[in-house]
């Protein structure tokens, strides 16, 4: 049973409509493969009592040929997202002991799909990091190395994906933080275009960038959730009514006649070496699909960074201005006025971290400061969108570049600089302030072991391009376990 | 040119934003978000006067729904993750401290 919970949802999804294997089996095999190895990893916050009675019941629509492609598949949500009855933390002591009255549109849409919710997983504070070590809950290992960082802020999903704890999570995606920990964890991390799944029931961080995303060790997987996911919602405003497209046949149609551009900028001083050369040997491999490669530039890519960290904490002051100690979650004791209850509530509720950002984005907003810093950082936006725009119109059809400039790090390598945390979402920040699509897949391993992660970025509602891609570099990268989870079967 | 931040400013900010900080923790985020600003002053370089600012992409119209009333959270369900409450209110300290003046006492 221990290979099969490490197969791809596709493949376990036909054994479940074959009636080869039970949701009650696979459920029950998963919980016991966390209760062996999750002490460790810490991937999961809390886990669903509700699991194996949902896994019953779609065992018997299974049974009755009534599955559909997600009936009976455990799945995992990144714990900033709601699941109605199971607290809901963003991994911060101010939200403690809040439970969500309501399902996200994205939850609702998994358990009419007959999934099952295995449960909550761990992440940096309200989504604002890149390790998943600002957690309430401690921080989470890499399976690939545990004296490693799994990635954030969906460090937590990554990590459970990637260790075989469930073939698919949900995670949230701002400023990279479904891809990044995706490269860092050896699996494969979507953000779908802005608009293409709903947002109502993820806690906002910044309402212009966040997507829920999917994490999964096959491409096909994450195609057939995010088929699941994708679509209108009247709940949310900012919902695309862009028709959905078929995204699980693209994973079949090859890269023929695609051109692809390497842009020149993500390819500059402060990468790895060896990720360079392991994101152009994926290229070659598209190229040997039939692609055609070109060297392209997004000139202002060295901007992204700064925007993204100006655009990001202003909406997110906005957003978690809503944290009060008045209406859900923490309140501090003993306060003399109304005042002082948000002043202390927040205070003591909120990490360092997103403190930083909170005070950041509220002087970027201020009076005689918001043309300087949130206005530039607006209208910078519109020139790095353009600039992709201006690609995708002159016929390019995706991109190709590394998703981050390093391998995992080290835990509490990076904990004591705020910036050089921030410089890890160079190649994926400026996805998201153009609100373009883009998925991260395996494309090798360095020498010392630790998977590098590819990026293909595609253009608006361009999910379909990114599956045609990353199917072929899965096909030609093929997933291997993480190597600190080979050691312990072997133990 | 990089904004130079100071304690007063980084109190003046902590007000804007109702945190309340740990006052021995006020040096390292200051010096914290010095570092921070200094990098974002980086957009300085870009000219950038008419373009318009970027909003979220890509540019479909809002999805509104018919304007009709729908359901809503009850009361007891909008206090169940209170952490106070009172007869079917929110209970909060008292908003103003001190007591207004009554115009007599003047």
């Known amino acids: 049973m221990n290979d099969t919970l490490l197969l791809g949802a596709a493949e376990l999804q036909r054994r479940l409509r074959n009636l080869e294997l039970t949701s009650l089996e696979l459920t029950r095999a998963l919980f016991q493969r966390i209760a062996e190895l999750d002490g460790t990893l810490n991937a999961f916050v809390r886990l669903n009592p509700r699991a194996e009675e949902q896994a019953g019941a779609a065992d018997r629509r299974l049974q009755s040929g009534l599955g559909g492609p997600l009936t009976g598949l455990p799945v995992a949500i990144k714990d900033n997202i709601n699941c109605a009855g199971i607290e809901t933390s963003c991994a911060s002591k101010i939200l403690r002991g809040f439970v969500p009255l309501r399902d996200a549109t994205a939850t609702a849409r998994l358990r009419q799909a007959g999934a099952v919710i295995v449960g909550k997983t761990n992440m940096d504070e309200f989504a604002m990091g890149s390790s998943t070590e600002a957690s309430i809950h401690g921080a989470t290992r890499n399976p690939w190395d545990i004296e490693r960082v799994p990635g954030g802020s969906s460090g937590g999903s990554a990590a459970a994906v990637a260790a075989g704890l469930v073939p698919l999570a949900l995670g949230s995606d701002t400023g990279g933080s479904v891809r990044q920990p995706a490269a860092f964890c050896g699996v494969v991390g979507l953000k779908p275009t802005y608009g293409r799944v709903s947002r109502s029931g993820l806690v906002a961080y910044g309402s212009s960038l966040d997507q829920i995303g999917a994490l999964s060790r096959d491409v096909e997987g994450s195609a057939e959730l995010l088929q699941t996911l994708a679509g209108p919602d009247l709940q949310d405003a900012t919902s695309s009514a862009q028709p959905v497209g078929d995204y699980v046949q693209a994973c079949a149609r090859g890269v023929a ?195 590098i992660g590819g990026q293909l970025i595609g253009p608006d509602f361009g999910e379909e391009l990114l599956f045609c891609g990353a199917a072929v570099l899965q096909r030609a990268f093929r997933p291997q376990p993480p190597r600190w989870l080979c050691e312990q079967r072997k133990a | 040119m990089p904004v130079a931040i100071d304690i007063a400013e980084v109190r003046r900010i902590a007000s804007l934003a109702a945190i309340e900080l740990d006052p021995l923790a006020l040096e390292t985020l200051r010096s914290q978000l010095q570092r921070i600003l200094d990098y974002v002053s980086l957009l300085e370089e870009l000219e950038t006067g008419s373009e318009e600012m970027g909003t979220c992409s890509p540019r479909s119209p809002s999805l509104l729904r018919p304007d009709e009333p729908l359901s809503c959270l009850g009361t007891e369900e909008a206090l169940r993750n209170a952490p106070e409450s009172s007869g079917g209110w929110f209970r909060v300290p008292r908003v103003l401290n001190p007591p207004v003046a009554d115009a007599g006492d003047e």
């Open chain 1, 257 to 451: 006649g695609l051109r692809v551009g390497l842009p020149r900028e993500y390819f500059e001083s402060g990468l790895d070496a060896e990720i360079d050369q392991a994101v152009r040997s994926a290229a070659a491999e598209l190229e040997r699909g039939g692609a055609r490669i070109e060297e392209v530039s997004l000139p202002h890519t060295r901007y992204a960074v700064p925007a993204y960290y100006l655009v990001a904490t202003a909406e997110a002051s906005s957003n978690l201005a809503r944290f009060d100690g008045v209406r859900f979650g923490q309140r501090a004791a003993a306060a003399s006025d109304l005042q002082a209850l948000y002043r202390s509530s927040r205070g003591r509720g909120f990490g360092d971290e997103v403190q930083r950002r909170i005070m950041l984005g509220t002087y970027a907003l201020s009076a005689g400061y918001y043309d300087q810093f949130y206005g530039k950082a607006q209208r910078v936006r519109a020139l790095l969108r353009q600039e992709f725009v201006d690609l995708f119109s002159r016929g390019i059809d995706l991109l190709l570049t590394p998703a981050a400039p390093t391998g995992a790090f080290r835990l509490g390598e990076k904990t004591a600089d705020p910036l050089s945390m921030y410089l890890s979402d160079i190649y994926t920040a400026t996805v998201n302030l153009a609100g373009l699509p883009a998925i991260s897949v395996p494309v090798g391993t360095d020498e010392s072991g630790l998977p």
